[in-house]
Structures are given as C-alpha cells and as structure tokens.
C-alpha cells in the first residue's frame, strides 16, 4: 500500500543555515505530493505541493522537487529563521484510486531554529 | 482568506460518553476529510465525504464514528462511546477537488477521554 517516510526528528538548527528534511514515498499511482506545516498550537498548512514527476514546489524559501526515479520529495531551505520552527509533514494523495482517495502522512518532523 | 473552522478546540469527557466534532469546510468545497492524531504519532485519515455519503474510509473509521452533514455549512464528527485511545487531535480538512488536490485543514479539536 501507499506510504510515506520521513527523516525523524528533532532537528535543531541556527538561524540561516541549510535545511533538508528526507522524505520518500511509496505509491502504487501516480501520486502528488504535498509538504504541510504545523506552527505550535495551529493546524496543519499547506506549504507547497508538486502534482507530476520533476516538478518542484516552492514557498517562502522553501523547495521540493518530485523525484519520481528516488521516489523522493526531500523539503530543502537554503537559510532558515526563527519563525521557521515548527513540524514539517510530507504527504501524498494517490490519483489512481479517484474520488475519495486518502491522504498518507509521513510522522512528521520537528524543526527547532535557534538565534 | 477562507478558512476551515473547528469547534471545540478542546474537549475532555468520559469514557463511554458520545461526543460530536464539529467543522465548518471553506464555502464552496465538495470534499470533507476527518483525520486524527494522536501524541507523538503521524495525522491518520478516517474518512472522507462527498456528495452526502462517505466516500472512503480508513480500517480506523469502524462503527463507533459515524460523520454527517447535517445542513449547509457543519461537517460533523460524532464518536460514539469514547474510549481512552480514544484521545487524540482531530482535524477537519475540505478540497474543492478531488482528495489529489490541496486539502485545507482546520486548527483541530483537542479530545482528551478520562
């Protein structure tokens, strides 16, 4: 079945250095892929999304490309904030199964930025 | 900006008690989603809704949980008979969509069951 994998966390980073959090799926479709973020005490948000192969989401500085020969959506910032802090969820949807399919999250991970 | 709207954004009750989730999806989205989270674990789907009938629903979503719609606006979640495991975060989400589209999420409603 579908499935997503996520590097786990936590990770603890200092203002303005790089970020990559890991993310790998498994999809028996075509699936788009999706990076949510959960800012303390919120709900998750939509980051950016990539919807085919080589595709690359991108918002707020942060990129994603649609790997489809590594089965790979790794979340990537060049320089990260304070205001960055918070859970990073990777997700896909699968077209194959149409009307009603599901979402499968990853387990999330947790980013700590630090001045 | 439209956003999905959840209520209560806590509620704690006692095992065996019936409770009801409340949301209210972005105006003009056809697709409802619950999802839960426990502590420390990854957002699980239960269901989605479309058209007035489920349209999917995970091996989690058994008898206990039933989902309505019950006017225009409210997409409901009602969780029959608590039970500890019970306690979790449930979130609420809409697409306009398909579930392959971006789907909205609500803040969630904290459940903690005593």
């Known amino acids: 079945g579908d499935s997503v994998t996520q590097m786990e966390g936590p990770v603890t980073l200092s203002e303005e250095a790089f970020l990559t959090i890991n993310c790998t799926y498994t999809a028996t479709g075509y699936p788009s892929l999706f990076w949510y973020v959960q800012y303390p005490g919120e709900g998750l948000q939509l980051l950016l999304k990539?919807?085919?192969?080589?595709d690359k989401g991108s918002n707020k500085g942060f990129e994603a490309t649609y790997r489809k020969e590594t089965t790979s959506f790794h979340l990537e910032k060049g320089s990260v904030q304070v205001s960055d802090s918070a859970v990073y969820f990777c997700a896909l949807s699968d077209r194959v199964r149409g009307t009603g399919n599901q979402f499968y999250f990853g387990t999330g991970t947790s980013l700590t930025v630090i001045p | 900006e439209p956003e999905v709207t959840q209520t209560p954004s806590h509620q704690v009750t006692q095992m065996g008690q019936e409770v009801i989730l409340r949301c209210v999806p972005i105006?003009?989205?056809?697709?409802f989603y619950w999802y839960r989270q426990i502590l420390g674990q990854k957002v699980e789907f239960l269901v989605s809704?479309?058209?007035?009938?489920?349209?999917?629903k995970s091996e989690i979503f058994d008898d206990q949980f039933s989902v309505e719609r019950p006017d225009g606006s409210n997409f409901t979640l009602k969780i029959r008979s608590t039970k500890l495991e019970d306690s979790a975060m449930y979130f609420c989400?809409?697409?306009?969509?398909?579930?392959?589209?971006?789907?909205?999420f609500g803040p969630g409603t904290r459940l903690l069951v005593l």
């Open positions: 809704f479309y058209n007035n009938e489920i349209s999917e």
């Open positions: 105006s003009n989205h056809l697709y």
């Open positions: 989400a809409s697409s306009s969509q398909g579930p392959q589209e971006t789907q909205y």
């Open positions: 990539a919807t085919k192969a080589d």
